[in-house]
């Protein structure tokens, strides 16, 4: 089935154009342009801020101009995560889309439902003549998956509404009130390379094949981590048979868990019958230790000449070691919210080549003295290897108000609908809603979304039905708020 023939066929089909755009974060200028293009069109108030973010506002429908503004908001930037044996250009192609059963999904690559989805949506909403609603304000904040520029751009002043409605949550049974912040940590320098022994083979060592996800939505879940399985395998390699490491190459985005990890490595030639035995076991306690939470990870070791210059003998022992001990997954629990991570971190990137090291981190925390304990220890972590390390994209969380006049309606009026109680908690992941309301601070605010998963993975999907839920959904609340 067409993906434009799906329902409400104007979501879908604004979602199909979108795709269609190249939208990684921090280059957005073509989905910028196609925002602005969309708004002038329809004829409405159609605004670029300083930082790219685009707002369009909508009047009334007849009847409801005296109601409350509203803000709808989603990101226009998407993760590019692809697996690798993919061959696809995110910089030229639109991603490759298709329906099987209830659900969209892409071929090996993330699909763009995080947040595209909002986005259509509200589309949708700002080019429908028979839809009923209050004054409406859109925004379509950039940059959200790599630091939220976009929503720290945002200046006070530009809009007018006295409600929030986020559409980046990715259950359709929650809605979200509080969300954790953030900080990007980087530990970076310079080593001088040297010559491996004489005598000494040269391998390529590669972990493939993790489940990977979202650093915060998914960090409980206790998937591996292919920065910290490497390093595994290199640390012990190294202290039983003199290992030496030419360079790594692990991971990709902030945001998302690593998936895949590659070094390349020299061990003395008659060590390596017992090297590749030791390669070949630990494979096997690997597999067997995340048999259920990552079934199709991969430990591969081939012969290599690609390298010819390795890290210096003790440069490459601190690194390795502040690696093994750089936190990684759940810090803290929230002692007053069951259930939910409180702070965490993500060993997202390690890049060592050529003289030259980069290892990062994005640490989460709904509570930002905890975030800043934390990213204090890994910089002290990364510091005994000698890094250079800073920090960088810093946004604060999102307090809860679970008595908020929105919350209240939204809540009432999914339980008449479905008679359940919806899931109204805080969650692990960063939301732009605490960087907005920083500026509009009496700006009631609330986040909900149909059912995604695997975002930030080629797993990446999205429920059709769910879709129609939250469609259905929110032209009620549209409705209903006064």
């Not at 108030?45 to 707002?55: A, L």
């Not at 060993?347 to 905890?370: H, M, N, W, Y």
Request: proline share 5%; net charge negative.
């Amino acid at each position: 089935m067409d993906i434009r023939q799906l329902t409400p066929t104007a979501l879908w089909n604004n979602f199909a154009d979108l795709n269609a755009i190249p939208r990684p974060s921090k280059k957005e200028e073509q989905v910028i342009q196609f925002m602005l293009d969309f708004g002038n069109k329809l004829g409405l108030e159609t605004i670029k801020d300083e930082t790219g973010n685009v707002i369009i506002k909508k009047p009334a429908t007849a009847g409801m101009e005296n109601r409350q503004t509203v803000l709808l908001q989603s990101h226009v930037d998407m993760v590019h995560q692809k697996n690798a044996d993919v061959n696809f250009d995110f910089a030229t192609q639109g991603i490759d889309m298709f329906v099987d059963g209830d659900f969209v999904k892409a071929r090996g690559t993330t699909l763009g439902a995080d947040n595209g989805i909002g986005v259509a949506t509200i589309m949708a909403i700002l080019q429908a003549s028979d839809i009923p609603h209050p004054p409406l304000e859109a925004l379509f904040t950039v940059d959200e998956e790599t630091g939220m520029s976009g929503a720290l751009g945002l200046k006070p002043g530009l809009l007018k509404s006295s409600v929030m409605l986020n559409l980046d949550t990715e259950e359709d049974t929650e809605l979200t009130i509080g969300c954790a912040g953030g900080i990007d940590v980087t530990g970076a320098g310079n080593y001088a390379p040297e010559n491996p022994a004489a005598g000494m083979g040269g391998y390529t060592l590669s972990v493939t094949g993790l489940k990977g996800g979202h650093s915060g939505m998914d960090i409980h879940l206790g998937r591996g981590n292919a920065n910290k399985l490497m390093n595994r395998l290199l640390y012990q390699a190294a202290d039983k048979f003199g290992l030496r490491v030419a360079s790594i190459d692990g991971g990709s985005l902030r945001n998302a868990i690593p998936r895949e990890s590659k070094s390349e490595c020299f061990v003395a030639v008659d060590q390596a019958e017992a090297f590749k035995a030791f390669i070949e076991e630990e494979a096997s306690v690997l597999k067997s230790e995340y048999a259920s939470t990552d079934p199709n990870l991969q430990i591969e070791l081939s012969a290599s000449a690609a390298a010819t210059l390795v890290l210096p003998a003790d440069f490459q022992l601190k690194t390795l070691s502040a690696i093994y001990t750089c936190p990684n997954g759940i810090y803290r629990m929230s002692p007053d919210v069951a259930g939910l991570v409180q702070t965490s971190n993500n060993l997202s990137r390690v890049l060592i080549k050529d003289g030259t090291f980069s290892i990062q981190c994005l640490t989460r925390s709904a509570v930002d003295s905890e975030k800043m304990d934390l990213a204090r220890a890994i910089q002290a972590d990364l510091q005994m290897a000698g890094a250079n390390v800073g920090f960088a994209g810093s946004y604060p969380g999102w307090a809860p108000k679970p008595d908020s006049d929105i919350v209240t309606l939204m809540r009432d009026l999914y339980q008449e609908r479905n008679h359940s109680e919806p899931h109204v908690y805080a969650c692990h992941a960063g939301l732009e809603c605490g960087i907005v309301g920083a500026n509009y601070p009496e700006m009631e605010m609330i986040s909900f979304g149909p059912n995604i998963t695997g975002a930030h993975s080629p797993d990446e999907q999205v429920q059709i039905s769910s879709v129609q839920k939250f469609w259905d959904f929110l032209l009620e609340v549209l409705v209903k708020i006064g």
